[in-house]
């Protein structure tokens, strides 16, 4: 493909495989009713031709009616145990995993158990351990299970991955990454949120927003990890049992490296560059979802930048995932994927303590 | 100072502490007439209202002569033996070296037994054990000694140093450099040249150009390197004795770390950014001749992009050489603060050899 044909799809959803006049839409049961859920995830759903958030699942029925009243699509408002249980298991055809890490392999085993697909959040739970577990019960109760990285299916993230496959920037050879914000001032002030909580998140910065620049390297790249090292460090006492930033350094084969920065206490930053021998592709900003991207492209003397519309990310997932469960195409970022990621940053954990460079196992 | 004070200053020379007018000229030996300094050095002594280029030194007369007869200024081209016997002494002030690393120090030499003062090419020489000497002879000759950093004059530099100092982003967390080119296809072709033979140079991509980010984010942040990891790669035969690319990592005091790249086989990069708790500075492009500077500035909700008229940067160098020669102020960056550089960049090599971290040990 050429330089122009990749930068001229823009926005164009060069993954679909079936359309939404001729697909049924998916019915979703939404587990977990956070900050995001409301006013990403569901806005997102509703906004969908191709899905439809039909179960919302929350601590209380209560809490789930009322919002559940927002929005049209929703049917049913119901417990977690409820849903172990089986209520309203006909209302829903897929689950959207959105807990807290630690709690994803218990609703995922539920969907398997019902014979629910699912769309699990990131990261896939608060160890690889449970991790694969939860692989593994999708794979047992053939069910189909995605990953929720919405790199994946952002455009211009999309577009760069074309124009590095597509050799604009000759061989790889270093990737930035950096993923900032302030969580506490700008984000959710609350101190005692499930993120800043080890049991529950399994891990700070590096699993709540590190994930991302890790992730879009090994995408952009179509590679994994080999080794990393990295460091961590917390200011906040918030932050007493999680790491508040992150800087780490992944290896990939072919002696390509991937340097990551990622804060919950630094301004917000976002952004994602690889330099090759021949040209430089860089998403800037990347990561959030308000921001309108632009793609930045440099080869030889030529240098061009692209500004994309702005998506609806989410939206771009839902939908994504729902033209998989109705298409014929393979659900990825499968499970695998998203336990290599468990893998790489549990190492990066072990580098920080040790002050080392840390092989990647996978199992 | 005030954000937009800074801003406005803009190419401002604010290290002057001396006018042209009312300073005698610093007439300046030039020892090695490669590439650079015909292409760049000279041009900019040549221009300069401060520096005079008198007297050339070469392997040989006839090419010192040849090359002195495009400047008016030049009075001698003497060979290197002739340098060392003092031939022409009476006709210069300083010395500016600019040949092979590992000849460095053997012309401070001389130009400390005449009385010479010194702006010395980075990096200082081939290895920390020689730049310390190198150091030691000056300070026993009792002459300056400048290294050549020329991002401590470059105006974009400057700014964003001032930015940081006055709280713009908060505290730093994370330095981002990267400095690339392709050596053999766009700026020498030639693969005896000295840069890629290990006993002249010391050292590759890190030694020749990898300095630049290590150093930027040492003079940005105001701090000195407290350990580094690092690997280093080559893909072509003509970097058998050295790296050709190096991808690493500076740990400062205060969690602070730089992820630093360079390559002599990568499209042009060349950036610096600094993201602290409250905001990020951006020097984009940074560190190459002829590009045309802009400083970005993020900080809460804002961003600003302020475009920098283009100066001469090895002029700006030179003038402000000759401006702490003729004035009172201290001659920095200084012999102490390139051995700095040395001792960490040594510190790369032994981490890309033993996959470690390692403490940079300063004498």
Redesign the interface.
Known sequence: MELRDIVEAGCHRDWETTTAASSESVRFAVIGLGWFTKRRALPALAASDRCDPTVLVSSSTEKAERLGAEFDAVEHGITYDAFHDGEAADAYDAVYVVTPNALHLEYVETAAQYGKHVLCEKPMERDSERAARLRDVAADGDIQLMIAYRMHTEPAVRRARELIASGV??EP??V?G?M?Q?LLDRVNPDPDQWRLDEALAGGGALFDIGIYPLNTARFLLDADPV?V?G?T?S?HDAFDEVDE?V?F?V?FDD?V?A?C?A?H?????SEITV??????VSVRPAFFQDQTRQLHV???DGRATVALDRVDQMREEFDYFADRLRGEGAVVPDGDHGLVDMHAMEAVYEAAET???VTVEYE
Chains 1, 2 share one sequence.
Do not use: I, L
């Not at 206490?265 to 930053?269: E, I, L």
């Not at 330099?275 to 430089?280: I, K, M, P, Q, S």
């Open positions: 920037v000759g050879m270093s930035r950096t900032s302030r080794a090292t460091r460090t200011s930033t800087s350094t290896a002696d490296t340097h920065f804060s206490n630094a301004r917000q930053s330099t090759g021998t021949a040209g430089e440099s080869r030889g002050d080392q460079w």
